[in-house]
């Protein structure tokens, strides 16, 4: 009876105490929500005086933090939207989808121009612009990625699966709810990982960006992080960084591990590994009965609207109206997105109208330099990425010990690393023209390590069971059984990588060191050079050669690689 006592006493005092610092949480929450909402309503300042205090970071972290997340939230309502829209309507999808591929490979440097320009002219009296160019910015470095991935996994959805969804007549909504989604949530929760660190990437430039004359920045750990990269502040430097890790740290596990293994319940495929995630965090929230109750309350009120909105609907006949007006919006919005998009064409071309063949032909050069580079990037990123993923997937010991690490490398910025490799070049005389290979490096590699992991974890173990039973020597399985169940997973790698290479081009081609600018010769060097000397037609022209020059040798190469992966060595073959 006394131990029965003492354990009641003990999760009471549990669950009173979790609720006590859930509560605690949510009000510093909101405390942080308010203090960032006030920047965007603070007078307008074009450059804002940084403090390098305690307090100081913590809030430049924090509004760091808010604009990454507000940036997540628009990306996923973008996905969901523009995905399943391309997904389900064979018009759309044959002008969203060449659309989406231009896009992402813009880089992510030219959309600030004018976003900047355009914004604080639309809100002269406030931050409001220079914020939401901020967010937006992140935006663009998250979206395209989770809007592929989202519309690859509604085109792939299983025969079973839309069979069972026929079966059980289910209508467009039901079978969105209970078959679609489900389905593409797992692949979308890993996507949504690797699009924040992504987002991450460019946080120095987006908080802190120059064009011309004119010094654009915000509080944040971005700019913090560039101000003392200008004072060439190591301390400074090193608290940034510490401060990124450990914001970085907390992401991990306070939302993504806690969505990693809620999404573990949609696994569709059993045959790979049978590896789990856990988090002591969610562990930790179950213990809260005021979650409990909040989360019974608001499934109770969502589910009596539904039903009574649906009720209400169906009996006057919507659902047919319903289908026509979502066919003639989908029309409309097309045809609105090819005229806007002829008319952004018709203005770009009338901007770099004038740019001689000369200034073509030197750009053209600098577009192939960058083009070895970005070649050499990836080449040097299997080299080793190949191997490590492989011993990482294989070992159920390394993925629990090693991924958080490779989630933490790989949301990192790698341009905050930026001035210790420079100084490390500046010691050993190398120049920037070979130095720029090892700074796109720290960008990109990661894609290919987390590509190769996954396809690791997805090797079947009946395969890996066959190659013990025949006692294959380490090549002849690499050759027999790994290679074979990981070059599609390789050659996603190598695209993304290949995408994110061309985007650090920009930072790593031009570089900015205790004052002094550091150039190679490149497309990345022009586009940056172009920007902070607001040469707005040279600009536009480096910027159309490359998203050209990706978007051909995304389909030249990258794409048909993808398809002999997919068709010759893809286990559900």
Not at 338 to 343: D, G, I, R, T
């Amino acid at each position: 009876m006394r131990g029965k006592f003492v354990t009641a006493l003990h999760y009471v005092v549990q669950t009173t105490t979790v609720d006590l610092l859930l509560v605690l949480a949510l009000v510093g929450l909101l405390y942080g929500v308010v203090s960032f909402a006030q920047q965007w309503l603070f007078k307008y300042r074009p450059v804002a005086e940084l403090e390098f205090t305690l307090w100081a970071l913590l809030r430049y972290t924090l509004f760091s933090l808010m604009r990454g997340l507000l940036a997540y939230g628009l990306s996923l309502l973008f996905t969901l939207l523009v995905g399943y829209w391309a997904a389900k309507d064979r018009w759309a999808e044959m002008v969203l989808i060449p659309l989406l591929d231009i896009l992402q490979s813009i880089p992510v440097l030219s959309f600030l121009p004018g976003l900047i320009l355009g914004l604080s002219a639309a809100f002269p009296e406030s931050n409001v612009g220079l914020e939401l160019a901020a967010v937006l910015m992140i935006f663009t470095g998250q979206v395209w990625n989770m809007t592929f991935s989202y519309y690859y996994s509604l085109k792939c959805l299983p025969n079973d699966l839309q069979e069972a969804a026929t079966a059980f007549r289910m209508g467009w909504w039901a079978r969105y709810r209970y078959v679609e989604l489900p389905f593409a949530t797992l692949g979308l929760v890993w996507n949504s990982m690797m699009s924040m660190a992504g987002g991450w990437f460019f946080l120095m430039i987006n908080e802190s960006y120059r064009l011309g004359e004119k010094d654009f920045r915000l509080p944040g750990l971005g700019s913090c992080m560039s101000v003392a990269v200008e004072r060439a502040d190591f301390t400074a430097m090193s608290w940034a960084m510490l401060a990124m890790a450990l914001m970085i740290v907390g992401l991990d596990q306070l939302i993504w591990r806690p969505i990693m293994v809620w999404a573990q319940k949609y696994r569709v495929q059993e045959g790979g590994s049978s590896l789990r995630v856990s988090s002591w965090f969610l562990e930790w929230l179950r213990h809260s009965r005021l979650l409990r109750t909040l989360m019974w309350s608001v499934r109770r009120l969502w589910s009596w609207r539904v039903d009574k909105c649906r009720s209400v609907l169906v009996s006057v006949g919507f659902s047919k109206a319903f289908k026509r007006s979502v066919w003639a919006l989908s029309r409309l919005a097309l045809v609105g997105l090819v005229s806007l998009f002829a008319y952004t064409a018709w203005h770009l071309g009338m901007l770099i109208a004038d740019i001689s063949w000369d200034t073509w032909l030197f750009l053209l050069s600098a577009a192939v330099l960058t083009l070895g580079r970005v070649l050499a990037t990836v080449v040097l990123a299997t080299l080793w990425t190949l191997p490590a993923g492989l011993a990482i997937g294989l070992s159920r010991r390394l993925v629990s010990w090693l991924q958080p690490l490779v989630q933490l490398a790989a949301s990192f910025p790698a341009p905050m690393l930026f001035p210790l490799v420079l100084a490390l070049f500046r010691w050993a005389g190398v120049s920037l023209e070979w130095g720029s290979i090892l700074l796109m490096l720290l960008g990109s590699q990661w894609y290919i390590l987390f590509n190769v992991i996954a396809g690791a974890l997805a090797i079947p173990e009946n395969l890996s069971e066959v190659a013990r039973s025949y006692r294959m020597g380490l090549w002849t399985r690499f050759r027999l059984v790994y290679w074979p169940a990981i070059l599609p997973y390789l050659v996603t790698g190598w695209v993304t990588a290949a995408g994110g290479a061309w985007n650090t081009s920009i930072v790593a081609e031009y570089v900015t060191f205790r004052g002094e600018v550091l150039a190679a010769t490149g497309l990345g060097a022009e586009i940056s050079s172009s920007a902070e000397q607001a040469q707005f037609a040279r600009l536009a022209a480096s910027v159309v050669l490359m998203a050209s020059v990706v978007v051909l040798w995304n389909r030249f190469l990258w794409r048909r690689l993808a398809r002999l992966a997919e068709s010759k060595y893809s286990l559900s073959q």
